[in-house]
T-cell receptor, first 112, second 110 residues
Framework: ETGVTQTPRHLVMGMTNKKSLKCEQH?????MYWYKQSAKKPLELMFV???????ENNSVPSRFSPECPNSSHLFLHLHTLQPEDSALYLC???????????FGSGTRLTVV | QQPVQSPQAVILREGEDAVINCSSS?????VHWYRQKHGEAPVFLMI?????EQKGHEKISASFNEKKQQSSLYLTASQLSYSGTYFC???????????FGKGTLLTVNP
């Protein structure tokens, strides 16, 4: 499979649940990103990993916990979320600074 | 600080031209342009780097004015497939942060 693949596509979770979002890229890129997209708001950067090292943490609440076990995989672990965390979570990858991003199709998260 | 895009929305007839602007209050190293169709992932269109020249991609091109900290996306002879929300993303160069504008909704009608 090519491009950036995100699973699951849709997720409904209660506020006390723990779940994880998965992102996988087979483009040989060495930087991976998590973005949050809410209705009527711009794309918000959450985390950036370069060569498996976290290089940006954009003041994200600790209920979101990223993990990058290797250059092809990125996870976002979720626990004790709030209804306002409902959004589309997009993963992206790039060759590094100065290169365009390839986005996945996203996970539509609903917190009930 | 997020860049400001204008206009917020534009409606065209097929074959017409459009310009979308992106302004930043900070010095820029690069400007990205993406298009997102409803229910789909954003798709990379082009990147403009500081010191670089105007870029083109079929009938879609962009310019980058470093002094004014502005970029413009030009869509000529629009096609129905150009419909979607266009986002600019800006980077100051010192880190991996790409900050996006709120987007411009472009609708092309037959």
């Amino acid at each position: 499979e090519t491009g950036v693949t995100q699973t699951p596509r849709h997720l409904v979770m209660g506020m006390t649940n723990k779940k994880s979002l998965k992102c996988e890229q087979h483009l040989g890129h060495n930087a991976m990103y998590w973005y949050k997209q809410s209705a009527k708001k711009p794309l918000e950067l959450m985390f950036v990993y370069s060569l498996e090292e976290r290089v940006e943490n954009n003041s994200v609440p600790s209920r979101f916990s990223p993990e990058c076990p290797n250059s092809s995989h990125l996870f976002l672990h979720l626990h004790t979320l709030q209804p306002e965390d409902s959004a589309l979570y997009l993963c992206a990858s790039s060759q590094g600074q100065g290169y365009g991003y390839t986005f996945g199709s996203g996970t539509r998260l609903t917190v009930v | 600080q997020q860049p400001v895009q204008s206009p917020q929305a534009v409606i065209l007839r097929e074959g017409e031209d459009a310009v979308i602007n992106c302004s930043s209050s900070k010095a820029l190293y690069s400007v990205h342009w993406y298009r997102q169709k409803h229910g789909e992932a954003p798709v990379f269109l082009m990147i403009l780097l500081k010191g670089g020249e105007q870029k083109g991609h079929e009938k879609i091109s962009a310019s980058f004015n470093e002094k004014k900290q502005q970029s413009s996306l030009y869509l000529t002879a629009s096609q129905l497939s150009y419909s979607g929300t266009y986002f600019c993303g800006t980077n100051g160069g010192s880190n991996y942060k790409l900050t996006f504008g709120k987007g411009t909704l472009l609708t092309v009608n037959p």
